[in-house]
């Protein structure tokens, strides 16, 4: 039976713009037939994996997105001593591994970068380095599949791309299944997106009554966000090679950066950094299911943080009536009621991932 742990988080928003949409105003969404404000699940799982709990405490277990493999091979062989015509021979041919590679400029021929994002994990980016100074040495390698079978992992060491997978479209075999899924998040209550206009003066022009430097205008909003996250905690280990301490150690991580990381959009202009006033922990083998529905109706009865969590928990008591619990045990942190601390929602969660 497959273990599930599932997260369900309320958190307070002040006036903020954490996650714009293309026109730089809050990304929003139509639940119920209500407005509300929305945080995409992409600036979720980024915000998740820049948080410290990761950069810190899974410091060598991160993988790396990035177009510029080839750049980062070609500049460490030329600082070992290769000629630049034979690192950007041997670069490109372990860099295209990952998928195609294009030449931007064809006036700078050695300036080269990949067409698509690669997932990148510590094992497979060393194996890269050490297949690139064969490639230079001029030692033979297998090619096509053989070839990129010394390089890509179906499973290693790297916890982000274990959570969140990775898809290689160039080679299926190696894609990753994600054991982390994030919801968008939304406000529980109707929610709209307000106008901020604002000016700057010219320090440099007192002496003239010229008004303002700079107009600007800028979108805002704030609310209670509704947050869900499922992690298949069996898939997770399977794509950690079996590691389920290391398992455990990133549940853990999650669940704190969950709690406390956000979106950046704005962030110097609101300094937005709420933290999680209440959190819903379950684990158990049975069907996961989210509680976006306990919002469907937007919550109006002020106080909004206790109508939110009484909407929350009104909805677990009537689906679990009707379909049985969806969990073998739960954890619940309220910090407005004084109950349960971040340290028990962690520990708990990832002791799911330890037999």
Known sequence: MTTFVQLHLLTKYGPSNPNRDDQGRPKQANVGGAPRLRLSSQSIKRAIRESAFFALDLKDHKGTRTKRLFENLRDKLVENGAEMEAAVAAGEEVAKIFGKIETPDKKIPEEKRGTTLAF??????????????????????????????????????????????????????????????????????????????????????????????HLGESGFGSGIYYQYICVNVDLLIENLKGDRELAAKGIEALVRAAATATPTGKQNSFAHRPRAYYIRAEKGSQQPRDLTGAFFAPVKAQPWEETSVKALEDAVEKIDRAYGAAYAAQETMNVPAGEGTLDEIAAFAGAAAVK
Request: proline share 2%; glycine share 6%.
């Open 120 to 213: 990148i994990s510590p094992e497979e980016w060393a194996l890269a380095e050490d297949l690139a100074l064969k490639v230079l040495n001029g030692e033979d390698l297998p090619k096509d599949k053989d070839l990129k079978k010394l390089v890509l992992r179906k499973a290693d060491g790297a916890i982000d791309i274990a959570m969140f997978g990775r898809m290689l479209a160039d080679d299926a075999d190696f894609n990753r299944d994600a054991a982390v899924q994030v919801a968008h998040a939304i406000t529980t209550h109707q929610a709209v997106t307000e106008d901020d206009w604002y000016s700057a003066v010219d320090d440099l022009n007192k002496a003239e009554d010229s008004g303002a430097g």
